[in-house]
């Protein structure tokens, strides 16, 4: 699985989304972490950079006063399905759900 494609399409995205640098910045560490442990296959390294994600997220949105017009429902599903994936400890799958979740925050940057 490449995981190129991901660190200039969810890094772009993030520097366009946040007015926190510095939450940008320890998102991107989380994103880059998420894709060095699932290309190289480390389960546990991923869930604790998801788990990262998942809590910045949340933190960001509620700064934002719970407006969520940037979350895309593809993408909820996606990050799901990657949650998900991620616990039941199925690599393969976590890698998919990872690909899916960069084609949308592609298409989201795209708009």
Known sequence: MSTSG????L???????????????????????????????DLDGANTAFATITQMQQQMQASKGG???????????????????????DLGGAQTAFAAVQKDMQAMHGH
């Open 67 to 89: 407006n969520s017009k940037n979350q895309n429902s593809q993408l909820a599903a996606d990050m799901k399905s990657l949650g998900q994936a991620l616990q039941s400890g």
């Open 11 to 41: 890094l772009s995205q993030l520097d366009s989304t946040s007015d926190s640098s510095n939450s940008v910045s320890k998102m991107k560490q989380a994103w880059q972490q998420l894709a060095q442990s699932l290309q190289s296959g």
């Open 6 to 9: 991901i660190s200039s399409a």
